[in-house]
């Protein structure tokens, strides 16, 4: 008899997170994804595009795997070849620059690009695989508390792999030491998608009908979501969560021009990143159920971290920027897997979550809007004040959520 909120799955679920952040935290798109890319090309709109590479390949794939996932009884056989193909990808990237590097750098360029979109492009899959599981494995109060716990042990691995980053990048002439992290990160990642690979899953009870065909799949999609004005004003919403893309990308190359981060600084950063994580979802995220509340709350912690990138004239400033970054963040994950799984009927939910991940993931391509505006504007204010209005924009759309509903 399958029992629900299993200490074990949620056990292989925080530990999931754990390897997973420990590895790609060498990538992280506020911090050293950045600095890689602007040792390759100086270009602020080449560094926005790679940084929507890692997260913005997703988008494309999605609602055709809910087309074929919302007849799955079982979606983990599915997820674990995933996983494979995540992890071929992000250890191609290390192998790229370790013998290329700079020898050609347009060649390795486009490598890490490559490398990049699959491993976001795979996840797509892998998105609509991992809400379905939640939702099956873990009831609505014991998931907010296991993806708060999955969230700390990610960031603490975070705060391991900053370190491991600094001693890295200060001991390693670059590009090798951009392509030991990514080599050795991609053998730790593997052992997270392994002990993922075994949770429990049960079978579905009430699973939809797959229509003939994709076509018309997409029509029925777009039915539930013209439909369904909640889903609507929830998508408008964290659409606009995304806006922090716009700018983040940038800081830390901000911060680089004004002071020449050492490798110690920039895993320094990461840290602290972390740490507003961990310290936001232990003593803020793990204690609210209530997800549009958490959302608002996320509008507020990145919206003043940009209010102090306006005035950020020392590392101090910079450390409580990154801070906020690390609290923000987390809230944002947290709340938006929740509040499709919340309102979505079982049946439908895979069409649920591809609509709002799809939708609302056209945000990841902020960065290359970002770095065009950096380009021609030339000004770091500029591009941050232009976040702080979308932000503040989302922070008042999101008031209205509350107690909205279907009808509504």
């Not at 994804?33 to 913005?56: C, Q």
């Not at 716990?149 to 990610?154: C, K, S, V």
């Not at 960065?367 to 232009?386: D, Q």
């Not at 702080?388 to 008042?396: D, E, K, Q």
Request: aromatic letters at 16%.
């Amino acid at each position: 008899m399958y029992k629900i909120d299993n200490p074990k799955n949620a056990y292989k679920n925080v530990a999931h997170a754990f390897f997973l952040s420990l590895a790609i935290t060498i990538a992280e798109p506020s911090t050293i994804l950045p600095l890689i890319v602007e040792h390759f090309s100086e270009s602020m709109v080449v560094v926005g595009l790679f940084v929507s590479l890692l997260r913005g390949g997703a988008i494309i794939i999605q609602l055709y795997v809910a087309f074929h996932a919302q007849a799955y009884k079982r979606v983990l056989p599915y997820l674990s070849k995933v996983f494979f193909f995540r992890w071929l990808a992000w250890l191609s990237i290390g192998l790229s620059i370790y013998f290329i590097g700079d020898s050609n750098k347009t060649l390795t360029l486009v490598l890490i690009g490559i490398g990049l979109f699959f491993f976001s492009f795979v996840a797509g899959f892998g998105a609509i695989y991992f809400k379905e599981l939640q939702a099956k494995i873990f009831s609505k109060k014991y998931r907010g508390r296991t993806m708060a716990n999955r969230q700390i042990a990610g960031s603490i691995a975070s705060i391991i792999s900053g370190g491991v980053a600094g001693y890295v990048l200060n001991n390693y002439e670059a590009p090798l030491n951009y392509a030991y992290l990514f080599i050795v990160s991609s053998f730790i990642m593997g052992i997270g998608f392994l002990l993922f690979s075994t949770v429990e899953e049960p079978a579905k009870e009430h699973i939809q009908a797959k229509e003939k065909h994709f076509g018309l799949f997409l029509q029925n999609a777009l039915q539930t979501l013209k439909k369904d004005k909640r889903l609507q004003r929830q998508i408008i919403v964290i659409f606009l969560s995304f806006s922090y893309y716009l700018s983040m990308p940038f800081v830390i190359l901000h911060a680089n021009s004004s002071f020449t981060l050492s490798g110690w600084m920039l895993g320094g950063f990461i840290t602290l990143q972390m740490l507003g994580s961990i310290i936001g979802s232990t003593l803020l995220w793990r204690k609210i159920s209530d997800y549009e509340k958490m959302l608002t709350l996320s509008f507020v912690f990145m919206i003043l971290a940009f209010v102090l990138a306006l005035f950020a004239d020392s590392l101090w400033l910079y450390a409580c920027i990154f801070f906020l970054f690390g609290v923000g963040i987390d809230g944002f994950s947290i709340s938006g897997m929740n509040l499709v799984i919340e309102i979505a009927p079982e049946e439908k939910r895979p069409v649920y979550t591809a609509l709002q991940t799809n939708i609302t993931s056209l945000g990841l391509f902020f960065p290359v809007v970002g770095g065009v505006l950096l380009k021609y504007f030339g000004s770091y204010t500029f591009v941050y004040s232009i976040s702080i209005v979308l932000l503040t924009l989302g922070f008042v759309l999101s008031l209205a959520l509350k107690g909205t509903s279907y009808e509504d």
